[in-house]
C-alpha cells in the first residue's frame, strides 16, 4: 500500500491532460468541431503517454 509513483504536480499534470482533453472532445462533439476534436485526442494521448511513461520508469526502477 505504500507504493507511491506520481509525485502530486506529476498527478495533476497527468490528470488535468485527461480531464482536458475528454472535455475538449465532448465539446467538440456536441458543436461538431472538428478541431477541438483533434486537441483533445492529443490531449488524451499525450496525458496517457507521460503518465505511463513516468509510472512504468518509476516501478521499473525499484
Known amino acids: 500500500m505504500g507504493l507511491k509513483v506520481f509525485s502530486v ?3 495533476l ?3 488535468l ?3 482536458g482533453g475528454l472535455v ?3 465539446i ?3 458543436q461538431g468541431a472538428a478541431v477541438l476534436n483533434v486537441i483533445g ?3 488524451i494521448a499525450l496525458g496517457l503517454c507521460s ?3 513516468i509510472a512504468l520508469k518509476k516501478l ?3
Open 60 to 62: 521499473t526502477a525499484k
Open 13 to 15: 499534470v497527468f490528470h
Open 28 to 30: 467538440g462533439l456536441l
Open 17 to 19: 491532460l485527461l480531464v
Open 41 to 43: 485526442i492529443w490531449a
Open 51 to 53: 503518465g505511463l511513461s
Open 24 to 26: 475538449l472532445v465532448t
Open 9 to 11: 504536480s506529476e498527478f
